[in-house]
């Protein structure tokens, strides 16, 4: 059985509708049953719709700047906390 954190770590897959198979099957499931997740579902579904309608703003420098530092840090978290690569992956 999925878990709301299960269904949440497949939440950009299932969204952007690359979740095929069984899997989708258990996440759509998931979502008929579980009304918080159906609400995040609904709600981030809206909020594309919305932000695909907007233009887009330009960030001045020194938020620009703190944010790829921030992007960069948590790329840099997840790398290390996937352990080292393997040849094959690069």
Known sequence: MLTCK???DELSEYLDGTVEGEMRRH???HVKECPN????????KRT???YKGIEP???DEGLRSRL??????K??????????????EH
Do not use: H, N
């Open 6 to 8: 299960d269904f949440l």
């Open 27 to 29: 996440l759509d499931e």
């Open 37 to 44: 997740c159906w609400v995040m579902v609904d709600t981030t």
């Open 48 to 50: 594309i719709q919305i």
């Open 57 to 59: 703003q330009p960030l």
């Open 68 to 73: 790829m530092k921030a992007l960069d840090q």
């Open 75 to 88: 790329m840099a978290d997840r790398r290390r906390q996937a352990g080292p690569s393997t040849p094959a």
